[in-house]
């Protein structure tokens, strides 16, 4: 099993960036897909983007294209979620989640975090 502590939400005013980092209790992280998928309440679990083992392939929401960039170290067994140009629709619980597929449905992944706040206000 994987244990991933997601950290970095935080308040940021519209404009503004943070960086969302996916840390894994184990090695075997690195062979894993990784996703990113955010909720805001009373809404339903929203994929935000994913990348694969190698790190080589990545998928993004239409709607985050151009400002999330998902990428990840191997060596510190971390997944990291850079985002720019925040929007106040943008706020959300962030998750991330790994699994042995790349989806961008929550069902095929096996470990996630706790998930980590992201506030954007107008």
């Known amino acids: 099993q994987v244990q991933l502590v997601e950290s970095g939400g935080g308040l940021v005013q519209a404009g503004g960036s943070l960086r969302l980092s996916c840390a894994a209790s184990e090695r075997s992280f690195n062979s894993k897909a990784i996703a990113w998928f955010r909720q805001a309440p009373g809404k339903e679990r929203e994929f935000v983007a994913n990348?694969?083992?190698?790190?080589?392939?990545?998928t993004y929401a239409d709607s985050v294209k151009g400002r999330f960039t998902i990428y990840r170290d191997h060596a510190k067994n971390t997944v990291y979620l850079q985002m720019n140009s925040l929007k106040p629709e943008d706020t959300a619980v962030y998750y991330c989640?790994?699994?042995?597929?790349?989806?961008?449905?929550?069902?095929?992944?096996?470990?996630w975090g706790q998930g980590t706040q992201v506030t954007v206000s107008s």
């Open positions: 989640a790994a699994g042995v597929t790349i989806s961008v449905t929550p069902w095929g992944y096996d470990y």
């Open positions: 990348i694969n083992w190698s790190g080589g392939g990545t």
